[in-house]
Every structure is written in C-alpha cells, then in structure tokens.
C-alpha cells in the first residue's frame, strides 16, 4: 500500500475511534426528526413528499391548512399511508388544534438543528457554547433569495449590524489554538453574492460586480478596521465566474490589495474548478498578500445536473460522486503547496477527504494550526469533536435567520443527510465499515461512466433526431443547449457580433423568389426600437406583381418537391439547422438591432428555429413513411399523407426568427411549397432566414422571401385561387380577418383552404395561499417583463387570492422596481423598448385606461432618453370585466385581480375569450391537480414562468381567440400541412395470400426514387 494511502487509512481510524467514544446517531435530535429521516433513507418517494411538505410548512398559517397538506403530501406514499404518517393523520384529523402547532414545532426544532438561531441574540449564545469547545465559528445570513434591490439592501444591513454585533461580543475571545492567530480572526462571516443584487445575471458581470461591489465594499471596510475575516460563499454554477471575478477585482483594489482577511470558495465537483484553483493562486501571487480558500466538494448537484439535464447541455459538475472526491484531494494538495500565498480552509464532513489532508499536510511539512477544517452547524458533531481533540482548527458555519427563508438551506441539509451518495449517511446511519469509507476515491471511479456524454447518451434514447417509429418526440428528440452566457467566451462572441451587425447596419435585402434574388424600386427601412434614427437594414418591398410571381414560382416548384423523397426534405431541415447554429450570434445580435431583444432572450429564438428544424425533420421520418392500417389477410391498406400545395406563412415580429423557420420549414419538410411573409417589423432577420435556407440549398420556388405589406400582398395571397394553406401567427384582429376570407372559395381554387390561425393571448396565473413566494415573484415578473411583455404568451392577470394578497404585494412592487430597463445591445437588460412607435402609443393609451378603470400601484420611472420605451407598469384593484383585464396589450403592463378563493380564481383565469397559456404557484398537491385538470388555457404550467415554451417539449399553440387548436413543435403539428390517403390493394390470388404484410412500407413515389 502506498505511504499516503496508510497514514490517511491511520489517521482516518483515529478519527473514528475518536468519533466512537462519543456515539451519535447521524442525527442528534431523537425522537421525531429520526425517525422520519430513517424513513426517509428507504423510500425515496417518502423522502421527496417529506421534503416538499417541511418546505411549504412555515408558510402555512392555519392548523386546517397544515393538516389538509399532510394529507395530501403523505396519502399515497408507500402504497397507502405509512404507518407512522398514518396514525400522524389519524390524529390530526381528530385533534387538528393540538397536532398542527405541535407539527409546526417538530419542523421548527428540526431546522433548529441546522439553524444556530433566529437572530443575532440567539446566535451569539450558541457561539459562546462553541467557544468552550475550542469551535471556532463563520456566521451566515439565511435568505438569498432577493428579488428586489429593498431586500438585497436589507440583507447588506443586516451583514453589517451582525458584523458590528459580533465584534463587540467577542472582543475578549482569543484564538483557540494561540498560534497563528493573524491569520484566523475570530469573527468571521460567511457572504453570498446573490443576496447583495437582486437583478444578477451570468451574461453581464461587470454590471454584477459594479452593484455588489457598492454592497460589499463598506462591509469590506469595517471588517478591516474591526480585524474581522469576510468569506465570499460560491454558490450555482451560473455565478461562479461572476464570484471569482468580484472577488478578484474588489480585493485588488489600493484599499483591500494588502488586506488578508478575505476568503472564497472553490467547489471541487466543478470540472473547472483545478483551473479556477490555479488562477486564483496565480492572481493572488500577482497581488501579493495572502488571502484564503474554503475547498469544499459543493452544495448544489441536484440543481445543476437537473437544470443542464433540461437544457440540454453538458453538467458541470462529476458526476460520479468519486470524481469529486478525488479532485477534492487533488485540489487539497494544491492548496497546501501554494500556502505561502493561500490560507486554506477545508468544508468536508466526510473523514477521508478530511484524513487525506491532514496526511497531506504533514508530508509536506504544514503546520496542523496554519488551516482549518470547517463544518456545518448541527451536522458530525462527533467529527468536530475529534478534530478538536487532535489539536486541529475547526471553525463552524453557522446560519442566522428565520425559518422561512431558512427553508432552501434546510432542504439543502436535508437532502445532504440522506443523500445515498454521503459520506454521513453512509457512516452513521448505515455503519459502513472504516476500510471502505476510507478507500482511495481514485480506485472507485468507473472508467465507463466517466464521459458526460456517455452519461448523457445512456439516457433514454435521447440520441439527435432519433427516427424511431415508435418513440415519442419528447423521449427521442433533443434540443439545442441555450447558448451560457455564464462563459466570457460567449460574452465576447456576441459582443463581437453585435458589433459586426452594427457594421451592416443599413444593408439591402432582396426578395428571393423562383431561387432568384428579386429587386424593387420601392425599399422599407426597418429601425432599431431602442434608437428609432438608426435603421438596422432595408427589405425590397414586394407588390401584387411580385405576390404573382411567387405563387407561380412556388406552384411549378411544388410539382417536383412533392414527390421528392422525405428523407431528403428532412435533410434539407437539418442542414439548415446547422446553419442556424453556426450563425448563431450574428442572427441574435440582428434580432437585439431589429426587435430590441435581450441577448439571451434573441439566443432563445435562435434555438427554437434551430430546434423547429430538426424537430420537424424527425417527425416527418415518422410521417413519411406509409403505414398498415391493420392487418388482415389478403389486403393491405397504407395510411399516408400527401401535401397541400402551396402554403403561405404570415410571421410575426416577436419571434422574428423562430416563428417564421417554424412554420415555413414545416411547410417545406411535408413537401408543400411556402412562400414566406415576415413582419414589416422584422423584414432583416426574415432576410436572415432566406439566407440560411439558400445556403442549405432549398430548390428554386420551394422557399420564396416576399417582404412587404400585410395589407397588400398578405390580402392579395391570402385571397388566391392557388394558395392551398395559410400559415399565419399574429393579432387576433388580422388572425379572424385571414379565417374568414379563406373560407370563401373563389373560382378556379382547387382546395378547401386549410388555416392554421396562432393568435393572442390575456394570460393569467394565479397565486394560491401557499404559494412559494420567492419563486412566484421572480416568474410573474419574468413572465410579464421580460422582452417587455411582448409574447403572447407572457403574464398579463396576475390573480391572488386575498388571503395572500398582501404579501405579494409587498414584494411584487419593489422587484418591479428593481428590473434593469435599457437598450438590450447592453447584457443583462430585462426590459427593452417595444416594438415601434404605433405599438407604444397603443400601450400607452392602455395605460391611461387603467388608470381610469383601476389603481395605478407601481410605473417605473426612469426610461432612456430615445426609443420606444414603455414603463413596466402594475394596475390594482383591477375588476374581470375592465378592459385591461379583457384586452391584449402586449407590452409590460400587469393588472393584478384580488379574489376570494380558488373558484373564484379559476373563473376569473378562464374568463376571457382566449385561451394561450396560464400558470399557477402552489403548493397543494390537490389544488395543483385540481388547476391542471381544469384552467382553459393551451399551455398550462405550475410554478414556473408561462412563457418560453420549448420544442418537442412543451407544443405551443392555444384555444378559443388564441387560436386553431394546432400546437407548434408537437406531434401533430406537421398534419396540418398534409392530407391523408389511404391506398388499398387486394394482395390475394386465387385464395392464397401473403401471411404477414409489413407495418411500414416504402413512399408511394413514381419513377421510384433510387435506393
Ligand atoms: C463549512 C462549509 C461551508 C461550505 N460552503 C459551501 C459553499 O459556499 N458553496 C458550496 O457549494 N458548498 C459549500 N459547502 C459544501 C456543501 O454544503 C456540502 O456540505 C459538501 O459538499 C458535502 O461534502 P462532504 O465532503 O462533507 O461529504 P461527502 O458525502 O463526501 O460528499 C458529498 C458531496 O459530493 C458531491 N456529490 C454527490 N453526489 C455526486 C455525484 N454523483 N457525482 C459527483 N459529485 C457528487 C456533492 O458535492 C455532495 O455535496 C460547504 C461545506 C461546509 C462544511
């Protein structure tokens, strides 16, 4: 055995024979807390509805309400009640004023656990306690999640009065172990970013760092004077290169460049995290004074192999729990080489890594008080003891704070005690002998799990465009990752784009009609919202001429496309997919110029065109081919489809990208023959699209660009004899108008016209009593603000039930308040100006209604000087039958409606005449089911944002004035372009037929397309 390898295995024993004389269970409050965290450890369905109820208790207020959830939560877990649970309902039932309260205490002692007290009083007792036991402590303020510049200044007050308390409490405590004390102050506090700046974004950190930096820098300052240490916590992955730069940045500042006492964190199941090590070891060379790393393996797993597994995008994190052992190691040993520099600090219960870098550190001649092992407060109680023992510094992380907003820490906790991958569980619930748990992580890594991609890959049939004829879209197909901006890679390549784009600007655009660029004599200019005298391009403006031309074009190019192989029509889509994607932030900085889009919302619509293109491309290969009707001897019948015609796509400006690829490729790929129409808005990013689309190589007259009025050449086509099918996506107004035209046959027209009509919306979500408000916040004005309010799907009747009411209020206004409004070519802009100048002045004419028919609660005030920008504006005491109750504004205004319960709630939301999307924030596992059964909305959606809907995910489309009932990037989508056929042959001879007939059979194609 290697030397290392047998002095950790000694030491790790000593720490257990140390841990043993002192026996604790894993949890030390008995009783109740144990038994449901053991529970908890064998079902993991218990576990989850555990977890969920200890998270909604503190907000609930009456006993009815707390006995109603747990019968809920806990009704059907294991099959019918668990025991213990059982007889607990059983009870509550019967005595419902006796067991909530003491339900309710059970909870609060068990966060009590983890909490070391509610306020500074409280804490400081606990820290006296710790200091009789040599513990030293760092102090951190629960509640990170600020959704308001109020809060996030709160919360920096509440850092400095601890600070100033503290200090004074502890001005004749002298370090525990007498010996480099200059190093360790006693008062040390633990800081999160998040909790400084409400308004934090990854695509922005100078922004970032400008706001925290106001925050921390008097915190900074009085830390300094009062010989304090500041820690700066790391939390998700997208605000760790924020954090490093912050840190980096403030402390090389001429009044904190010769301060030691700042720390940061490092997580090591990071993949980056060694090179994140490295340069923080080199910058603080560069710096020339000592500062301070907490290695740690990383708090936030779940939530960061839950959140890439929805985009799509590779994890950052191992993902076996041995990496991040191993790395822990490796990254111990940099510390301890690099010491001259770097005071290291290690946050680990598990006694191997801890074993690991106590053998380190005296192989490399480090003295045992020159770093500190940290611990996390009501967690190894046994293990601090024993540290202590040994003569090591051990310091404990002790969060301050109330229960509520405790709640995301506790579950934190919880889930880290129980988790089947922990070191804590795995010693002190289920004895796990001492020569496994101290084995060398290195030894345990799988070597064929070790790729993310195989990971990834072994998921499902997850593989790009799976045409398997069997599986569904949502299990087969896989989206395009966001672009993260977190990446200063990213960052530089937009900003290198928008600059390109800004080159162009003023370029001409032709119409593309018969594979043929086409001039007019007539140009429209197309502006830039946020700086109206700037004109981002011109798009040749087509008239009935051109209209003609196009219809002529697509009409003889339909003849040879439609008999053109599928597969080579679903390739064609793909090609342009790849496209897409290598254009990528040239077409988002276009979409920043021509729409006044965010950068990440512009990223998001190049996706979707990315993801309807591939996504359509996989379902016609499971349309495409013919299929058995049944099988019965003697006949086979083929089920097939057949296109159109000629289809003409009428797009919108607020998805000027994705909208229009959506539909025009889905009329291509079914083999109909499109002509396409984007915004007068939008006419640049439509020019885009062509582009992208000649360059995949769309045969001439299959693809035509026809840029110009709606009026004009809208009306002309949509009145063809020899247009099959209209595609159309925009106002409810023009939407009715296109229905009912096409439902008048003119002579010489061959089809019925098919219309698939995508119209407005007047969304709602309703807010229910137990809903989680942090979340419910941060979503409804994401929902309602962002891109300014202009997607039909976007938040525009928040409705709350008025026992909630006033607590929404309380936090909805001042995060209103908060949003970063400004020109979006700037990262980070959540409000950006509308679309042009009629679109403002109708918004504003909205706006004087309210404030006619209703309270005007909350306008921003401060808005750029040019461009079309709108005020993010709250309407209250808001009625169902007002107009800005009724009426689609499209822009960022929000009416709140106050209702009495969830009835009422229901009806208020399904009271309008359309039916787009709708959300609901609860709690309740029957009131959610009870709103997904019955809100009229096309897409309904629980405690999240209503808006940005994704391919294949979730179709979009919605009901009643919202629209045909189709739903884009879905199953179905692709047959509103179609029409069915059967072909039936009798395959019998004199009685004899074939035994079996295939399921699938070739394309009806003649001349047969060769293999
Ligand atoms: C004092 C202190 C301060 C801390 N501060 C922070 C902080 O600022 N930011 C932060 O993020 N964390 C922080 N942590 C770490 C975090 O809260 C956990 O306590 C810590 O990750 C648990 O590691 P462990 O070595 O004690 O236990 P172990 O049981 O050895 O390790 C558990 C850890 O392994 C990792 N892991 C689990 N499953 C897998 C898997 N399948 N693949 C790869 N890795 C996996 C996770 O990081 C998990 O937390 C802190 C911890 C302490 C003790």
């Known amino acids: 055995m290697a030397p290392l390898q047998l002095e950790i295995e000694q030491r790790g024993r000593r720490i257990f024979e140390l841990v043993d004389q002192h026996p604790e269970s894993l949890f030390s409050k008995a009783g109740f807390y144990q038994r449901l965290m053991t529970l908890s450890m064998r079902d993991e369905r218990f576990k989850t509805q555990l977890f969920r ?23 059907d877990t294991n099959d019918g009640l668990h025991p213990l649970v059982g007889v607990g309902i059983r009870l509550a039932r019967l005595f419902p004023w006796i067991s909530a309260p003491v339900l309710r205490w059970n909870v609060s002692e068990m966060a009590r656990q983890f909490i070391a007290g509610r306020n500074p009083h409280e804490v400081i007792a606990t820290l006296r306690k710790r200091r009789a036991q040599k513990i030293g402590f760092t102090v951190d303020v629960l509640g990170e999640a ?12 509440f850092y400095g009065d601890l600070l100033e308390k503290l200090t004074r409490e ?49 915190l900074l300052n009085r830390a300094r004077d009062l010989g304090a240490f500041i820690n700066i916590d790391m939390e998700s992955y997208a605000l760790k290169n924020t954090t490093l730069q912050l840190f980096k940045a403030i402390l090389t500042e001429p009044e904190f460049k010769d301060w030691p006492h700042a720390g940061i964190v490092i997580q090591a199941y990071l993949r980056d995290s060694e090179a994140d090590l490295l340069d923080l070891i080199e910058w603080g060379r560069t710096r020339g004074t000592r500062f301070a790393v907490r290695l740690v393996k990383g708090a936030y797993w779940d939530y960061e192999t839950t959140k890439s ?98 709640m995301a820490y506790l579950v934190r906790r919880l889930l880290e005690n129980t988790s089947n991958e922990g070191f804590l569980r795995a010693k002190f619930a289920e004895n796990v002998p001492a020569k496994e748990l101290l084995r060398d992580p290195k030894e345990l890594i799988k070597p064929a799990a070790a790729g993310i991609a195989d990971r990834a890959a072994s998921k499902g049939s997850n593989h790009k465009n799976g045409a398997s004829l069997h599986a569904t879209a949502g299990d087969s197909f896989r989206n395009a990752p966001l672009v993260s901006f977190i990446y200063k890679d990213s960052q530089d390549k937009m900003q290198s784009a928008l600059r390109e784009a800004r080159k162009r600007l003023g370029e001409k655009h032709p119409l593309f009609i018969g594979g043929e660029k086409i001039w007019t ?43 053109t192989p599928f597969e080579e029509r679903a390739r064609l889509l793909e090609r342009a997919a790849d496209i897409l994607e290598r254009r990528r932030y040239e077409l988002s900085a276009v979409e920043v110029f021509e729409v006044g889009k965010p950068w990440s919302e512009a990223d998001a619509d190049i996706r979707e065109a990315i993801d309807f293109c591939n996504f359509y491309a996989q379902q016609m290969r499971r349309l495409g081919r013919p299929k058995l009707t049944q099988q019965v001897p003697g006949e086979d019948s083929y089920h097939h489809y057949w296109p159109r015609g000629v289809a003409f796509v009428i797009a919108p400006w607020n998805f000027p990208i994705a909208i229009l690829c959506g539909m025009a490729s889905a009329g291509v790929v079914t083999g109909n023959a499109v002509i396409m129409k984007p915004s007068e808005q939008s006419i640049i990013c439509g020019a885009m699209l062509m582009e992208v689309f000649e360059e995949a190589g769309v045969p001439p007259g299959v ?44 002579p010489g027209q061959r089809e019925l016209k098919r219309v698939i009509c995508e119209m407005g919306g007047k969304n709602a979500m309703i807010v229910d009593a137990d809903a989680d408000l942090d979340e419910t916040i941060m979503y409804s004005i994401y929902s309602a603000f962002g891109f300014q309010g202009q997607k039909c799907s976007a938040l525009s009747r928040l409705i709350l039930l008025e026992e909630n009411y006033d607590r929404v209020m309380e936090r909805l206004i001042p995060a209103a308040a908060s949003l970063r409004i400004g020109n979006p070519e700037q990262p980070g802009i959540m409000v950006g100006p509308v679309i042009d ?61 106050k209702v009495r319960d969830l009835d009422e709630a229901l009806e208020v939301a399904s009271g309008t005449d359309y039916a787009l999307t709708g959300g609901f924030f609860s709690r309740s596992p029957d009131n959610i089911e009870r709103v997904k059964a019955r809100l009229e909305a096309g897409n309904v959606y629980i405690n999240r944002s209503c808006t940005g809907a994704i391919v294949g995910r979730h179709p979009f489309g919605g009901f009643k004035m919202s629209g045909s009932g189709t739903k884009a990037g879905g199953e179905d989508y692709l047959l509103n372009f179609l029409v069915p056929r059967v072909v039936t042959e009798n395959t019998s001879r004199h009685g004899f037929a074939p035994e079996q007939t295939p399921e699938y059979r070739d394309e009806f194609l003649w001349p047969k397309s060769k293999p």
């Open 53 to 75: 109820f200890v998270a909604v208790l503190p907000s609930l207020r009456r006993s009815s309400e707390i006995i109603e959830h747990l019968e809920q939560y806990f009704i």
């Open 146 to 157: 600020v959704v308001s510049e109020a809060e996030a200044d709160e919360h920096a007050a």
């Open 170 to 218: 502890t001005r004749d405590w002298t370090d525990p172990l007498e010996k480099n004390a200059d190093l360790f102050p006693v008062v040390n506090l633990s800081v999160k970013i998040s909790a400084l700046y409400s308004q934090i974004t990854p695509d922005a950190p100078a922004e970032a760092i400008a706001h925290v930096s106001t925050k921390l820098r008097p």
């Open 309 to 406: 597994g929805q985009n799509g995008s590779n994890p950052p994190v191992f993902l076996q729990k041995p990496q991040s052992d191993a790395n822990f190691e490796k990254l111990t040993r940099v510390l301890f080489q690099n010491n001259a520099v770097v005071t290291p600090a290690f946050g680990s219960h598990n006694v191997r890594s801890i074993a690991h870098a106590q053998a380190v550190a005296d192989e490399l001649g480090i003295d045992r008080r020159r770093f500190e092992f940290q611990l996390l407060y009501g967690m190894a109680g046994p293990i601090k003891r024993a540290l202590v023992g040994m003569g090591y510094r051990v310091r404990e992380y002790c969060p301050i704070g109330e229960l509520l907003p405790g």
């Open 521 to 563: 004599d007539n140009l429209t200019p197309s502006v830039n919202p946020a700086e109206p005298t700037e004109i981002v391009g011109y798009g040749t403006e087509a008239g009935i001429d051109e209209a003609e031309h196009a219809v002529k074009a697509a009409r003889a190019a339909f003849e040879t496309w439609r008999w």
């Open 703 to 746: 693809l035509n660009f026809l840029s110009g009025h709606g009026s004009v050449i809208g009306a002309h086509l949509v009145d063809h004899k020899d247009v099959d099918l209209i595609a159309f996506t925009g106002s409810r107004e023009v939407g009715l108008k296109i229905w009912e035209s096409a439902g008048i046959t003119r």
């Open 837 to 897: 100048e009629p679109a403002y002045r109708r918004i504003l004419e909205y706006i004087e209604i309210g404030k006619k028919e209703a309270t005007l609660a909350y306008q921003a005030k401060e808005l750029p000087p040019h461009g079309y920008f709108i005020p993010p504006t709250i309407f209250t005491d808001v009625k169902p039958n007002m107009r800005v109750a009724r009426e689609e504004i499209f822009g960022p205004v929000l009416s709140v409606l």
